[in-house]
């Protein structure tokens, strides 16, 4: 069975770090795009990356951006969400998702693309 098993999640103080993980399970994320998203409490989930499969070039939402990083380690099968300086807005559930295929561009507009999802992480910015 494929799976996409997310772990790393928290609490952390404004400004501290976190990096989450996203591991296939099942299967190898090689020529899988892979995005991760966010979903805070009475808000609409939010794209946050999104990394094509085919260039490994990954985009960012500007509310994220010189803050996050996604980084992919083929050997442990793994994608990476490195989050520094982290505000209490970046709280929220964090979601990986995974899609197949070939693909140059990738963009988190439609979360439909994505057929492989994780179990979710709370990540909580407070002090």
């Known amino acids: 069975q494929q799976q996409l098993v997310e772990s790393g999640g928290g609490l952390v103080q404004p400004g501290g770090s976190l990096r989450l993980s996203c591991a296939g399970s099942?299967?190898?994320?090689?020529?899988?795009?892979v995005a991760w998203y966010r979903q805070a409490p009475g808000l609409e989930r939010e794209g946050v990356s999104c990394t094509s499969s085919a260039t490994e070039t990954t985009s960012y939402a500007d509310s994220v951006k010189d803050r996050f990083a996604v980084s992919r380690d083929n050997i442990k099968n793994t994608v990476f969400l490195q989050m520094d300086n982290l505000k209490p807005e970046d709280s929220g559930i964090y979601y990986c998702?995974?899609?197949?295929?070939?693909?140059?561009?990738?963009?988190?507009?439609?979360?439909?693309?994505?057929?492989?999802w994780g179990q979710g992480l709370q990540v909580t910015v407070s002090s």
């Open positions: 998702a995974a899609k197949w295929g070939w693909a140059t561009s990738c963009s988190t507009d439609d979360a439909g693309f994505f057929d492989l």
């Open positions: 099942g299967f190898t994320l090689i020529s899988y795009s």
